[in-house]
């Protein structure tokens, strides 16, 4: 195996972390392919460390620019989700539950913060390798991470439960969704319960984020139904409507609602659960971020 084979998934890992993108992160792990091609290998002392500092340039260039495209994305963006079943994740360093509700509160960071916190908080990188990965000084990079640790510890959702009980809670939530029980899923929801929806302008999905238990019942409900999958289905490009599933996966390393149509992801819902209940429900719907997990 090649040198930079051998750490390509760590790489990708560290790329998407900090993109909150498979395919931004497969780019910039291919342009450092390209400039470790044009290196020699014998004048590079330690080719993990190299390819770690390359990579998170390259990321960090790719999220300023990706950050002004963003803003005109149509209704919120979501991160890509990524299948981390042990048997299905691409790479070990993927599987490492990289959980959407992270993903999402590491999107307010600067591209430096969250560079910064991915390095340090999740491949446990020493500061001073973390300055030369960014080009600042050993201080400036704890100041970079003490900065992330605290918003990502006043915004990430307060929830704790272990993954039984939010793997029960999601199983009878597909039950009730797919029986169209408006009560049952009400009683799964807090009160003040918020669906944030991403269909990008490619599928059928709300534009502002639903708040309530009543609202975000009537909504699951609504999009459920055989009609309503219709019209779905046929926003994102499929003429007829094939078998409709719902199943529970291991999704960026936690369980979440994944619906098929035929052999084709249509939607992923992932639920943040506290006290029992349903407090967030991340709703993925446009093809271009399912892409993957259908092939998966």
Do not use: C
Not at 13 to 29: K, M, P
Not at 38 to 47: A, R
Not at 203 to 219: C, D, E, K, Q, S
């Amino acid at each position: 195996m090649s040198t930079f084979e051998e750490h390509r998934g760590l790489l990708v890992g560290v790329a998407y972390r900090i993109l909150g993108s498979v395919s931004d992160a497969e780019d910039v792990v291919q342009e450092a392919w390209l400039r470790w091609s044009g290196v020699d290998e014998s004048d590079v002392h330690d080719p993990k460390a190299y390819l770690i500092r390359v990579t998170t340039r390259l990321a960090i260039d790719r999220l300023r620019w990706a950050k002004s495209r963003r803003e005109s994305y149509v209704g919120p963006w979501l991160p890509e989700p990524i299948g981390t079943e042990p048997d299905v994740a691409e790479h070990a360093e993927l599987a490492d539950s990289v959980e959407l509700a992270l993903l999402v509160v590491l999107e307010t960071l600067s591209p430096l913060e969250r560079a910064v916190f991915v390095l340090r908080e999740a491949f446990d990188l020493p500061f001073a390798e973390i300055g030369e990965v960014i080009g600042r000084s050993e201080a400036a990079a704890r100041q970079l991470a003490r900065r992330a640790r605290e918003h990502v510890r006043d915004k990430r959702p307060r929830f704790e439960v272990d993954r039984g009980e939010r793997r029960r809670i999601t199983e009878r939530f597909i039950d009730a969704a797919g029986a169209g029980d408006l009560d049952g899923l009400i009683r799964l929801l807090a009160d003040d319960v918020a669906i944030v929806s991403d269909g990008g302008g490619k599928a059928r999905a709300p534009l502002r984020v639903i708040t309530g238990a009543a609202n975000a019942g009537r909504f699951l409900t609504s999009i459920t139904g055989p009609r309503e999958m219709a019209r779905f289905m046929a926003s994102i490009g499929l003429a007829e409507v094939p078998d409709v599933a719902f199943e529970v996966a291991e999704v960026n390393g936690g369980p979440a609602v994944v619906i098929w149509a035929g052999d084709q992801v249509i939607t992923v819902l992932s639920l943040l659960v506290s006290d029992g209940r349903i407090t967030t429900i991340y709703l993925i719907a446009n093809p271009d971020k399912l892409a993957r997990l259908s092939l998966a």
